[in-house]
């Protein structure tokens, strides 16, 4: 594990990881950064917590947007993907919920 400081909104952070998930990290960071230096930047949101909120909020949409590669799911989002699974899995629910009154 590799140990390093990194800076967020003015704060410092210690972080740790192994040296090869170091530059992955490093671009999360900076991400996050500016997301949420832009947050503050617009002087509608004052505390740090809710700045980091915002920021969570605007990566997790970032990450359900996100399109599945070619392939049987090309072109699907993310969330559609979260979306199509648990409407399945409530299908499924459904359907074996019946089953347990015929034992």
Do not use: W
Not at 26 to 39: P, S
Not at 42 to 57: C, D, F, H, P, Q
Not at 61 to 85: C, S
């Amino acid at each position: 594990m590799e140990r390093f400081e990194v800076s967020i909104l003015g704060r410092e952070y210690s972080m740790a990881c192994s040296t090869e998930e170091k530059p992955q990290l490093l671009a999360a960071v900076r991400h996050v950064d500016v997301l949420m230096q832009r947050i503050q930047g617009t002087g509608k949101v004052s505390s740090n917590e809710r700045i980091a909120v915002m920021a969570a909020l605007q990566v997790a949409g970032e990450l359900l947007a996100v399109k599945a590669p070619d392939g049987p799911l090309g072109g699907l989002a993310v969330g559609d993907f979260k979306r199509r699974i648990e409407d399945m899995n409530s299908l499924l629910d459904d359907a074996l919920s019946g089953q347990e009154k015929l034992l």
